[in-house]
């Protein structure tokens, strides 16, 4: 592999892996609104919040940290009042009682006015502060990726390439599942070691999620009837109780941050916790673990430069799960072969699974995920792999994952627009 595609990947990585605090979508609204701060002159009189289709879908119903309650305008004001855009996906950490006091008022009153509109954008928010001037900022690409400010209709910032330290991703669809690997295997350690904290912090967030009451307490429960005997406790239900007791309390708006992949908070905990829990039960050497986790962080990514961020169907399921049964298979010294047949496997069972919005539910596709994640895996170590050219599945791993990408881009991308008749009656 060229070594600038190298520098390229690793950068990728570290841009879609980030600490972040609360629900990804309602984050990038409260992001793009805390920008404006700054900009707006006098007290504001109304904030104006318009994002694509996806984005609304994703917001609408999961939990504000801190506030216990939903809402992307909710997410809003409480960025423009108390945000702290410099933080990026901790943008609400540092929001007081106060700020979420006045905020209501606010939204009680109808100045927070939300609407959803269409654009081929797969992020895409902006926000519009009135006051005693007239700021707007957009945000589109990335949840964190801030492009323009106007005040007053003047252009006061632009974003650049460079300046957005952004990473012309084009040549991911280029690149295979081979070299890719090839890449772990050969990278320098001490280059990818930043890789150990998302594994602290979401191992980290599982417990603090198995002692929390936030979201529908999945992970919990589960854990109950396994201790109980009702349900078995090995590799794949662990992945699944620890999975979801995170999920649970990210969705239910608790205040423990997580790691990210591919800039979703969800897959972040997919794609690592699966690997984490197998590592443990084979006890194996550290080093396995840190390019595991890796390699299923670029393979999440390398899907989403087909399907997109966000689309109709559950990313855990087509990025985050492929990612993650990927790097057990590859961690436990699976060939290539077995490493394609596991993702293969991946999709066979979960491609169409669909994404309803982000709220405490993630938990169930989340945990379902998980453990197909190590079930593939496993199967896949054993010889069971699923033909090539049969439905979803083509001639290639690279094959079925456009494949993938086709589905969500045309197929789903109705499926996604009759979605949001559904959720937003």
Do not use: W
């Not at 190298?6 to 609204?29: F, M, Q, R, Y």
């Not at 169409?352 to 197909?372: F, H, P, Q, R, Y």
């Amino acid at each position: 592999m060229k070594e600038e595609y190298i520098e390229d990947l690793i950068s990728i990585v570290k841009e879609d892996t980030n600490p972040a605090l609360g629900c990804t979508e309602p984050v990038a609204v409260a992001f793009t609104a805390s920008t404006l701060r700054n900009y707006s002159k006098g007290e504001l009189k109304e904030l104006k919040i318009e994002v694509c289709n996806n984005i609304f879908k994703n917001g609408k119903s999961v939990m504000i940290p801190k506030t216990g309650k939903s809402g992307l305008d909710l997410a809003g004001i409480l960025g423009f009042l108390g945000g702290n855009s410099e933080k990026g996906y901790m943008t609400l950490e540092d929001v007081k009682n106060s700020d979420i006091e006045k905020a209501l008022i606010y939204i009680e009153n109808n100045k927070v006015k939300l609407s959803h509109i269409d654009t081929d954008e797969d992020v895409f928010v902006r926000v519009s502060a009135f006051a005693d001037n007239e700021a707007v900022a957009t945000t589109i690409s990335s949840h964190i990726g801030l492009k323009t400010i106007y005040v007053d209709g003047d252009l006061v910032y632009e974003s650049k390439g460079k300046d957005h330290k952004k990473v012309d991703r084009s040549f991911l669809k280029e690149l295979s599942f081979k070299e890719i690997k090839d890449l772990a295997d050969t990278i320098s350690l001490d280059r990818i070691m930043f890789i150990e904290d998302g594994i602290k912090m979401n191992e980290y967030a599982s417990e603090e999620g198995l002692k929390s009451k936030d979201g529908l307490s999945i992970g919990k429960t589960l854990k109950n009837l396994m201790e109980e005997g009702s349900l078995k406790m090995d590799s794949s239900s662990k992945a699944r109780l620890l999975t979801a007791a995170a999920a649970d309390m990210r969705m239910g708006g608790g205040t423990c941050p997580i790691m990210t992949s591919g800039g979703s908070g969800n897959q972040g905990l997919g794609v690592i916790i699966p690997i984490k829990v197998v590592y443990d039960t084979e006890n194996l050497e550290r080093e396995k673990l840190i390019r595991s986790v890796f390699f299923a962080h670029l393979i999440n990514v390398y899907v989403k430069a087909y399907s997109g961020k966000l689309s109709g169907m559950c990313g855990c399921a087509i990025g985050a799960g492929i990612g993650s049964s990927a790097g057990i298979t590859y961690m436990l010294g699976g060939n290539l072969e077995e490493i394609e047949g596991s993702a293969s496997n991946m999709f066979a069972n979960l491609a169409g699974m669909l994404c309803d919005g982000a709220k405490d539910t993630c938990s169930l596709k989340l945990s379902t995920s998980a453990g197909e994640a190590v079930i593939s895996s496993y199967l896949a170590l054993e010889g069971v792999i699923v033909k090539p050219n049969v439905g979803i599945i083509g001639d290639s791993i690279e094959k079925t994952i456009q494949n993938i990408g086709d589905l969500s881009k045309k197929a789903f991308k109705g499926v996604d627009s009759f979605m949001l008749e559904i959720i937003d009656k």
